[in-house]
């Protein structure tokens, strides 16, 4: 009997391979699919795309220089620096580089849309095969994730990488909090769901900042929207076990991020065209482009809200005379939640976008598009049976079609963002910087672009010949400086000073200097031979942050280990050991 349980367990492990191996092939040959055009025009060159291929570049020529995790990124202002990779998180552009390094530079941006499609056309299949019977509605709706219409506004005319990348997440972190709200069976302990909520609330968190603020307030509502149904605390309880986890797990970046706000001018982030009073759908504004983009964005949410009414209606009409509560809990849950991500698109939700905490720094109202385009999908997967499966293949052909040739005419093609950049950090010109990365007292706009690494401010052009300025090393995070001068004098380096730099001469603290009106670093230093040493240093939020991503890793894996050990072991059971019987499916 043994020996028949096993081979039934390998079969099994097999015929789950295979499964996965069809959805993941079919994610690819879509993502494939949607980046096809780039092969004959070149990218699409939307809003972002310079800013994040900067920021690839940047991260991969650090890590020749041996440093893993960059925090400053060395050649934005044009090479004074910024403490861009502080702020910004860090799976996007750390992923970017290391594509950079394995494949040319000129084919980094197709790869990246290609590899994040394909994983989020994986990670909806694990949520959409809970929902429906058919892996094959579950294939399609998972297909249909992956060229949702907003993740295409994002490729053909945002460019925005990063988000890109954290929306990918969205499907398994849906299935995840609903599972934490008992919405879905589970086959893991209460432990180690908790714990594969937070991972991936964490790699939300990772990946883009305003997607993470939209996941944040996307699951909170989910806990107490179950709470209310269920009439119970447990749900909120185990909902906000997981998203403390998932901060704590994501506190390195975060920690740091929220404390050293207060150094740089991050009110940059809501300049005129950013706040969201001038991004609801359909919002007019004095700027003529602005406008006509979000034109563009507000035709393409009300596509997908329309696409998710009529998900909607068809899902509850087949509920109707289903008796199991899970289905009706479920949909329930999406509903609303579609429900409240619509309206935040609309100017009536404008005093929660003033008053809610971080959730201005959002932007852009109609990103919320990225959560109703998952509950289309949702929808789509649980209301596709019988003459609907052929209504939904033309719904979803139809305005994925319409949505990409939209699209398409309305985006800019490009063959030089990335050589352009590539060139300006091979001649040491650098790139532009960002705003809200400014240190506070700087304004880059005045920043001399010709700058040597360090000259002299004053001093007679008699003398020259007795004064030399020597760098024996310079990198993104350390530079030293040898000076000789016969009488005392400044030093002006190219480089922006931060609280996070140290600078000494000759062993002592150095008290840094300012050119008028910019936050340019300029040193004094004596007459005679100086040595000058500026390092980039570990602040103490850094610190505290990594000791709480540090804590609540090992604390979360030890509680684990120690669940599992003390779990009891039934003999002839055949299934693995705590696992349960496969779950309910939502139909």
């Given at each position: 009997?043994?020996?028949?349980?096993?081979?039934?367990?390998?079969?099994?492990?097999?015929?789950?391979?295979?499964?996965?191996?069809?959805?993941?092939?079919?994610?690819?040959?879509?993502?494939?699919?949607?980046?096809?055009?780039?092969?004959?025009?070149?990218?699409?060159?939307?809003?972002?795309?310079?800013?994040?291929?900067?920021?690839?570049?940047?991260?991969?020529?650090?890590?020749?220089?041996?440093?893993?995790?960059?925090?400053?990124?060395?050649?934005?202002?044009?090479?004074?620096?910024?403490?861009?990779?502080?702020?910004?998180?860090?799976?996007?552009?750390?992923?970017?580089?290391?594509?950079?390094?394995?494949?040319?530079?000129?084919?980094?941006?197709?790869?990246?849309?290609?590899?994040?499609?394909?994983?989020?056309?994986?990670?909806?299949?694990?949520?959409?095969?809970?929902?429906?019977?058919?892996?094959?509605?579950?294939?399609?709706?998972?297909?249909?994730?992956?060229?949702?219409?907003?993740?295409?506004?994002?490729?053909?005319?945002?460019?925005?990488?990063?988000?890109?990348?954290?929306?990918?997440?969205?499907?398994?972190?849906?299935?995840?909090?609903?599972?934490?709200?008992?919405?879905?069976?589970?086959?893991?302990?209460?432990?180690?769901?908790?714990?594969?909520?937070?991972?991936?609330?964490?790699?939300?968190?990772?990946?883009?900042?305003?997607?993470?603020?939209?996941?944040?307030?996307?699951?909170?509502?989910?806990?107490?929207?179950?709470?209310?149904?269920?009439?119970?605390?447990?749900?909120?309880?185990?909902?906000?076990?997981?998203?403390?986890?998932?901060?704590?797990?994501?506190?390195?970046?975060?920690?740091?991020?929220?404390?050293?706000?207060?150094?740089?001018?991050?009110?940059?982030?809501?300049?005129?065209?950013?706040?969201?009073?001038?991004?609801?759908?359909?919002?007019?504004?004095?700027?003529?482009?602005?406008?006509?983009?979000?034109?563009?964005?507000?035709?393409?949410?009300?596509?997908?809200?329309?696409?998710?009414?009529?998900?909607?209606?068809?899902?509850?009409k087949a509920l109707r005379s289903a008796s199991d509560d899970q289905p009706h809990a479920m949909l329930g849950a999406i509903t609303a939640l579609a429900a409240a991500a619509t309206l935040l698109m609309l100017p009536v939700t404008s005093l929660l976008w003033r008053y809610l905490p971080e959730l201005r720094f959002v932007q852009f109202p109609w990103r919320w598009m990225s959560v109703i385009a998952l509950c289309a999908v949702v929808f789509t997967a649980a209301s596709m049976k019988g003459r609907f499966e052929w209504i939904w293949l033309l719904v979803a052909t139809?305005?994925?079609?319409?949505?990409?040739?939209?699209?398409?005419?309305?985006?800019?093609?490009?063959?030089?963002?990335?050589?352009?950049?590539?060139?300006?950090?091979?001649?040491?010109?650098?790139?532009?910087?960002?705003?809200?990365?400014?240190?506070?007292?700087?304004?880059?706009?005045?920043?001399?672009?010709?700058?040597?690494?360090?000259?002299?401010?004053?001093?007679?052009?008699?003398?020259?010949?007795?004064?030399?300025?020597?760098?024996?090393?310079?990198?993104?995070?350390?530079?030293?400086?040898?000076?000789?001068?016969?009488?005392?004098?400044?030093?002006?380096?190219?480089?922006?000073?931060?609280?996070?730099?140290?600078?000494?001469?000759?062993?002592?603290?150095?008290?840094?200097?300012?050119?008028?009106?910019?936050?340019?670093?300029?040193?004094?230093?004596?007459?005679?031979?100086?040595?000058?040493?500026?390092?980039?240093?570990?602040?103490?939020?850094?610190?505290?942050?990594?000791?709480?991503?540090?804590?609540?890793?090992?604390?979360?894996?030890?509680?684990?280990?120690?669940?599992?050990?003390?779990?009891?072991?039934?003999?002839?059971?055949?299934?693995?050991?705590?696992?349960?019987?496969?779950?309910?499916?939502?139909?």
């Open positions: 009997m043994n020996e028949s349980v096993g081979g039934k367990t390998q079969d099994s492990r097999k015929a789950n391979l295979r499964e996965w191996a069809v959805a993941g092939g079919i994610s690819l040959g879509t993502a494939i699919a949607i980046v096809s055009p780039f092969f004959f025009f070149g990218m699409a060159s939307g809003h972002d795309i310079a800013f994040h291929m900067a920021s690839w570049l940047d991260a991969a020529s650090q890590w020749k220089q041996g440093i893993v995790f960059p925090r400053w990124t060395e050649w934005a202002n044009f090479g004074y620096g910024e403490p861009r990779f502080i702020f910004y998180p860090p799976l996007s552009w750390m992923f970017g580089a290391l594509l950079g390094t394995l494949i040319p530079w000129k084919y980094v941006g197709i790869a990246f849309y290609a590899c994040v499609q394909t994983f989020a056309g994986l990670s909806a299949y694990a949520l959409l095969r809970q929902i429906s019977d058919s892996r094959r509605t579950a294939r399609f709706s998972a297909l249909c994730f992956v060229m949702n219409p907003y993740a295409l506004t994002i490729i053909y005319a945002r460019s925005d990488f990063a988000e890109l990348l954290a929306i990918s997440f969205f499907p398994v972190l849906l299935l995840a909090a609903l599972r934490l709200c008992g919405i879905f069976a589970q086959h893991r302990k209460p432990t180690a769901q908790t714990l594969a909520f937070a991972i991936v609330f964490c790699a939300v968190w990772l990946s883009n900042a305003p997607s993470a603020v939209i996941a944040t307030y996307g699951v909170a509502f989910l806990f107490a929207f179950s709470s209310l149904q269920t009439r119970t605390f447990e749900p909120l309880i185990k909902g906000a076990a997981g998203i403390l986890l998932g901060f704590g797990l994501a506190a390195f970046y975060i920690v740091p991020a929220a404390y050293e706000q207060r150094w740089v001018k991050i009110a940059g982030a809501l300049a005129s065209g950013l706040e969201p009073a001038q991004n609801f759908l359909y919002a007019k504004t004095s700027d003529s482009e602005h406008d006509l983009f979000n034109r563009i964005a507000s035709n393409i949410a009300v596509m997908l809200v329309a696409w998710t009414l009529a998900g909607a209606t068809v899902a509850w139809v305005s994925i079609a319409g949505s990409g040739s939209y699209l398409g005419n309305h985006t800019w093609w490009d063959t030089e963002d990335m050589p352009s950049l590539e060139t300006a950090l091979h001649e040491g010109t650098g790139f532009e910087g960002t705003d809200e990365y400014d240190p506070v007292g700087d304004d880059n706009s005045d920043l001399p672009l010709k700058h040597p690494r360090a000259r002299f401010v004053r001093g007679g052009a008699g003398e020259a010949q007795h004064r030399e300025i020597v760098v024996p090393g310079w990198t993104a995070e350390h530079r030293r400086l040898l000076v000789v001068t016969p009488e005392a004098d400044l030093v002006a380096v190219r480089l922006l000073n931060y609280p996070a730099w140290r600078v000494t001469v000759n062993g002592s603290p150095a008290l840094v200097q300012h050119a008028a009106g910019t936050a340019q670093m300029i040193i004094p230093v004596p007459a005679g031979s100086s040595h000058i040493e500026i390092e980039f240093t570990r602040t103490l939020d850094r610190t505290v942050g990594g000791w709480i991503s540090i804590l609540a890793a090992g604390g979360s894996v030890g509680l684990w280990l120690w669940r599992r050990q003390r779990r009891p072991r039934l003999s002839g059971d055949p299934q693995p050991d705590g696992e349960r019987p496969a779950p309910a499916r939502c139909r």
